[in-house]
């Protein structure tokens, strides 16, 4: 099971991190990463981070954004600086394992103009 947190309500500039833990060791997940999905739109992929360590980010959030890890605490970051008001969606995490793919709850990201 994936348990996301940490959104909120930000103003235009300012920054959040996301969290995300899983109940089973990171280090059995090929890939974690997050999507996010805005009102009336699809859910689009905004960044992964894979066994080992390797990222990649939509670019639409590159230079914005970090994804990291902490394999002791089984838990993956989305760090989101300089946030602007289309960045506001309910955002997901995901693991990929094999052929497998889970989704945690939703963590909603709102961001004022």
């Known amino acids: 099971q994936l348990q996301a947190s940490g959104g909120g309500l930000v103003q235009a500039g300012g920054s959040l991190r996301l969290s995300c833990a899983t109940s089973?060791?990171?280090?059995?997940?090929?890939?974690m990463g997050w999507y996010r999905q805005a009102p009336g739109k699809q859910r689009e992929w905004v960044a992964h981070i894979s066994r080992t360590s390797g990222t990649s980010y939509a670019d639409s959030v590159k230079g914005r954004f970090a994804i990291s890890r902490d394999n002791a605490k089984n838990t993956v970051y989305l760090q989101m600086n300089s946030l602007k008001p289309e960045d506001t969606a309910v955002y997901y995490c995901?693991?990929?394992?094999?052929?497998?793919?889970?989704w945690g709850q939703g963590t909603q990201v709102t961001v004022s103009s």
């Open positions: 995901n693991a990929v394992r094999g052929t497998v793919a889970d």
């Open positions: 089973i060791s990171i280090l059995s997940i090929n890939y």
